[in-house]
């Protein structure tokens, strides 16, 4: 029997078996190979390789891992998640005293047992503090009803330090259950506080009604100018904003009776909506519609009303939102509201005014159609152009070929240009890119996904050379002692490991070989590991010429050599000039000698 559910599901199942379920894989060499599914790509760069029962994509992801890190991405799920899926599927049964799942579990009852004490604390302070009674006010003012309140579990943070810490660790809580819940933030200088303070609380609840997370808003006039209107809890293990949609635990059943979903972009205007009647409304809490949410909605209905403020000639996180559930097949219909005005404005104001927009709301296309003609004259030819630029990535979207055509004719009509014209443009607008598994189309989502880490020079130069160790171990030679220490400290160990395993065994250097790899889960530290499959893996699966190959390799060493005497000129610039400001001459004279012989071997260096 295996020490842990996790070895035993990894011997059970095969990582190409599991990921080819997901996606297709290719058979290459002794690997396999596809299309990365967590991003856009033309050339196949994921690769699965069954020896090391591992996965890395070598294009512009860079993710990689094991069959549960894979599960966890593709899913989108927490690893309790995917081992919950994985164990299903190698028929492993997990038990309560498992220690993974055990500690997995209790984790996350834990965060749901601070978010629902953190909100009763909340509510409690909206109705019995000074201040909350003030809050209290404000939201009944605004229109909200007393009995909304208590639906929506809507509360108030004193405007303390540490009112609702000092609560939860009074009840038994650590300072890192807070701060994993979002609740709590540490400084600088170490001291904990609260996250939402002085602010009215609307928590956040997932499908099953459960509070995951809190949206905090200021509501005195000095305060909305001096801090931020909203703060938000960031991402947690129990919350991800790309997930949830606010109110949609309340709305679902309605949604589903009515055949339709209200999409409105803040709290307050969840409550003030669902008040006046629309009780199918759910909040996006001021981020784009992304896939993951859209897979939700659709399970109630493909019918989708948007209270949002649309700018159809700008590429904002909002239009790019509603271009994704266009090209998954939803109905769009915006309403329309006056300038400068939300929907719980317009409810507050007059519930029959709110009613009016949704019965005069338009489907997606008429609204981008007359906000278009709206913006530019269709009778000159720069009117003609921009009208078109904006409408014709809406009309390629549209999947249903009958319906598109019709918006050709019609696009055409209004134009004064032929079809043929129209159909001819239509070729030349790019797609909307298809929608991959864990890539959301949201602002800050597309902002992380283009932020991948770029390796430095170092680090690719030290990957080459391993790749060309891996492909050809006598290389392995041709690096000494003195610059194994050129290396980081990770690759260093891996090289002076390597060393030792060419002086004590006549075979090469394989580490898909059963024999090697147990030799080095003895040897060396799980981390390091990962990092040898990994470099295994892009050994052999990047192409490279052998026969230049050693000229290559010198080049890579060389240039390893030439950065850590520039990192060291770097170095001895830095004391030269502090020596100067401590105006020490025999340590400036000790230096000046150090750092000129450091540039005559770079130049020396440079010049072979």
Known sequence: MQDSPIDEIKERLDIVEVIGSYIKLQKAGANYRALCPFHLEKKPSFFVSPARQIWHCFGGCSEGGDIFRFVMKIEGVEFGDALRILAQKAGVELKRQTPEYKKWQTERNRLYEVCDLATRFFEKQLEESKTGKEAKKYLLDRGIKEESIKKWRVGYAPDVWQG??????????????????????????????????????????????????????????????????????????????????????????????????????????????????????????????????????????????????????????????????????????????????????????????????????????????????????????????????????????????????????????????????????????????????????????????????????????????????????ENLDLITEKEISFFSPQISQILRYFKKTQDSSTTTISFSDPKQIKALKKNLPLELIDLINYLSLKAEVEELDLEDAKEEFKNCLKEIKILEIKNKLDKFSQDIKKAEEEKDSQKIKKLLGEFNTSSKSLRDLEAT
């Open 164 to 473: 609702l810490a000092d609560f939860l660790t009074s009840r038994g809580y650590g300072q890192e259950e807070i701060k994993k819940a979002g609740l709590g933030l540490s400084s600088e200088k170490g001291s904990f506080y609260d996250r939402f303070r002085g602010r009215i609380i609307f928590p956040v609840f997932d499908l099953n009604s459960q509070v995951v997370g809190f949206g905090g808003r200021v509501f005195k006039e000095k305060d909305k100018k001096e801090i931020a209107k909203y703060v938000n809890t960031p991402n947690t293990l129990l919350y991800d904003k790309s997930r949830v949609l606010y109110g949609l635990d309340k709305a679902k059943g309605e949604i589903r009776k009515r055949d339709s979903c209200i999409l409105v972009e803040g709290y307050t205007d969840v409550i003030m909506v669902s008040q006046a009647g629309n009780a199918n409304v759910a909040a996006t809490s001021g981020t784009a519609l992304t896939p993951y949410q859209l897979k939700i909605l659709k399970r109630y209905s493909e019918n989708l009303l948007t209270a949002f403020d649309m700018d159809v000639a700008g590429d904002t996180a909002t239009k790019r939102g509603i271009d994704l559930a266009q090209a998954r097949g939803f109905n769009i219909k915006v309403i329309t509201m006056p300038s400068g005005s939300d929907p719980a404005d317009i409810v507050s104001k007059n519930p029959k005014d709110w009613e009016k927009l949704v019965g005069e709301a338009k489907s997606i296309l008429n609204f981008y159609f007359k906000t278009a003609f709206a913006l530019s004259d269709p009778k000159t030819p720069e009117g003609k152009r921009e009208i078109s630029k904006i409408l014709l990535p809406v009309i390629k979207r549209i999947p249903n070929k009958i319906e598109q055509a019709f918006w050709i004719q019609e696009l055409a009509k209004k134009l004064e240009v032929k079809e043929e014209s129209i159909e001819e443009e239509l070729k030349k607008t790019k797609d909307l890119p298809p929608v991959y598994f864990g890539l959301e189309e949201d602002s800050e989502r597309k902002e992380n996904s283009s932020a991948v880490r770029q390796k430095s020079r170092q680090e690719l130069l030290e990957e080459q050379i391993m790749t060309f160790i891996l492909k050809s171990p």
